[in-house]
């Protein structure tokens, strides 16, 4: 008799948990495969310190293979799912289709970035949902940085030691905090003009830092982010992105390089291809994380719609705390469909958040008790450490690196501006010139398009104990009324809002969703691409001058109502 096959689509939070804890309880009794485009779970929340130098990359990154040794790893991304057939079918990595046959499956594809049509922002910002973002964010920071040190024009130099932050949740909150310490370590070994410093502004439409946290802890980043020189300017946002600078919706211009878009999140859409009901973009389940109607079909993370017992009448945020705690409870139900055990419904609440400002600096409030300063640092870190399932030895290490020698400030060019656009399906996977679909999403879910100006943007989030780290509660940014992060209880998804410049994101919350199907530029087949000299630019992309940052492949498109 031939065993069941249990397949899972995504390994982020949810994803991961769900097959660590499947390999424990199926003893080999089921076969367990585990559907992702990369072969590592990416830890989130430690994302931003990639981007500033404090981490190496593959710190933050845990091989599936390694620690799932019952689990069989298939590389790529799911194109469609026909429920009827029991099967999966989607791409691999250089291109070749597949199909998955399941008797159980679990539906964890996780998010990606959440865009409205806001003029000039999808050309000239980036996301921050994968490791390919945080690597370019840090290589343009530097270039900006570096550029700015050589030139004599005062304006260029102002302008490029720019950097703007859109969203004051814990992914703009930390993005800010890191990158202020990150800017201001290099100018101390490569001076800038006379009274020219890095300046980093942080804009939210929320009327203070963190607004989903208590006032205490938001009050301690504010006050961090302040001390450090970091412009905080709540009650603002952008109204319009061009490649010489930002308009905020306050009528000021501000001149910079740098848009960083950190504005929160929505649901991955191969979950609306299946044709199921749907909560604001996310797989409708029962408290047993099944689909009604499905028995077979099993949803968890930023991919399902899950009741909150808790709170009845509302749904779970899109939090990696929820995630992480959701997957373990999907494998002990899918185990107890089979016979083994008894069906739980899931049930959690919050123990707390972190949220890591840099250096020592940090704010948290684990089990209810407000830290600040070092107090905090030292539990946040600890937190971390406990939440990873790898690499914990390697982390601390570079803690202890960074605290005792200077950061290396180099770019190593591996990732390009138009390679991480921020209105993809796929911001784990760099886009390569020629390749399957640009790593763009096939029929059935959002096409990536191309960006039109080396912007980066993103960033990762905070964390929180009694959990995995979420976006805006530890490594996913979520919760009520947050601008800069995940959507309101009740409104999975985002909720649209009014007077909102440039679209309907969220309220409170600068930013929405972007335009799905959106055609973009793509790089010529066999031909090489690259920022420096010898190579040759995508198509309607000019060539770099001497004083030019490479810029993306230019979009020729328009957004349309997609997910507005």
């Not at 009827?84 to 008797?103: C, F, I, K, N």
């Not at 990606?112 to 000239?124: R, S």
């Not at 010489?244 to 991955?268: A, I, K």
Request: aromatic share 4%; proline share 10%; net charge neutral.
């Amino acid at each position: 008799m031939s065993r069941p096959r249990i397949v899972i689509v995504g390994a982020g939070f949810a994803g991961y948990r769900t097959a660590q804890t499947l390999s424990k309880l199926a003893k080999g009794r089921a076969e367990i495969v585990l559907l992702n485009p990369t072969d590592y779970f990416l830890y989130l929340p430690l994302l931003p310190q990639v981007a500033a130098g404090v981490l190496e990359p593959r710190r933050v990154t845990v091989s599936l293979s390694g620690t799932l040794p019952h689990v069989r790893l298939v590389l790529g991304e799911a194109d469609h799912i026909d429920l009827d057939a029991r099967q999966v079918h989607y791409t691999g990595p250089e291109g070749e289709g597949g199909a998955l046959s399941y008797d159980r499956l679990v539906l964890a594809a996780g998010s990606v970035n959440k865009l409205l049509p806001i003029p000039g922002v999808a050309e000239h910002a980036h996301g921050f949902r994968g490791l390919p973002e945080a690597l370019y964010l840090r290589d343009h920071v530097t270039r900006q940085v570096e550029l700015a040190a050589a030139t004599d024009d005062p304006k260029r130099c102002s302008s490029r030691c720019t950097f703007v932050v859109v969203g004051a949740g814990y992914t703009g909150t930390e993005v800010a905090a890191h990158g202020q310490l990150f800017t201001d370590a290099q100018v101390a070994k490569q001076p800038l003009r006379a009274g020219v410093r890095p300046r980093w502004i942080l804009l939210d439409i929320a009327d203070r830092v963190l607004p989903e946290l208590d006032e205490r802890l938001s009050r301690t980043a504010d006050t961090v982010l302040r001390e450090r020189g970091v412009d905080v300017r709540m009650g603002t946002s952008v109204k319009e992105a061009t490649p010489d600078g930002v308009l905020l919706t306050d009528g000021e211009f501000v001149e910079t390089r740098t848009l960083v878009w950190c504005v929160g999140v929505r649901p991955d859409p191969l979950a609306e291809s299946l044709g199921l009901p749907m909560e604001r973009g996310r797989l409708l389940v029962d408290p047993h994380l099944q689909v009604p109607g499905r028995p077979e079909v099993f949803a968890c993370g930023d991919a399902a719609a899950v009741p909150d017992l808790e709170n009845p009448g509302s749904y779970t945020p899109m939090t990696a705390q929820h995630a992480w705690r959701q997957g373990k409870v999907c494998a002990r139900n899918i185990a107890a469909s089979f016979g083994d055990g008894e069906r739980h419904a899931y049930r959690h609440k919050d123990l707390g958040f972190v949220v890591d400002l840099g250096g020592v600096k940090a704010a948290a409030n684990p089990l209810g008790v407000n830290l600040s300063g070092a107090a905090a640092g030292a539990v946040t870190r600890g937190y971390h450490l406990a939440a990873m399932p790898g690499n914990r030895v390697r982390v601390a290490a570079d803690w202890l690196l960074d605290a005792v020698l200077p950061r290396q400030a180099v770019q190593l060019g591996l990732v390009r501006s138009w390679s991480v656009p921020l209105d993809t399906a796929s911001p784990e996977v760099a886009r390569v010139p020629g390749g399957p679909r640009d790593n763009g999403r096939p029929p059935g879910g959002a096409k990536a398009a191309e960006p039109a100006d080396s912007r980066p943007g993103g960033a990762p989030a905070g964390n929180q104990p009694g959990g995995e780290p979420a976006r805006s509660q530890p490594g996913r940014e979520a919760a009520k009324n947050q601008p800069g992060g995940e959507p309101a209880k009740n409104q999975p998804g985002g909720e649209p809002a009014k007077n909102q410049p440039g679209g309907e994101p969220a309220k409170n919350q600068p930013g929405g969703e972007p335009a799905k199907n959106q055609p973009g530029g793509e790089p010529a087949k066999n031909q090489p691409v690259g920022d420096g000299p010898g190579l040759a630019p995508p198509p309607g992309q000019p060539a770099p001058g001497p004083d030019v940052a490479p810029g993306p492949v230019r979009r020729t498109d328009r957004f349309t109502e997609g997910d507005a």
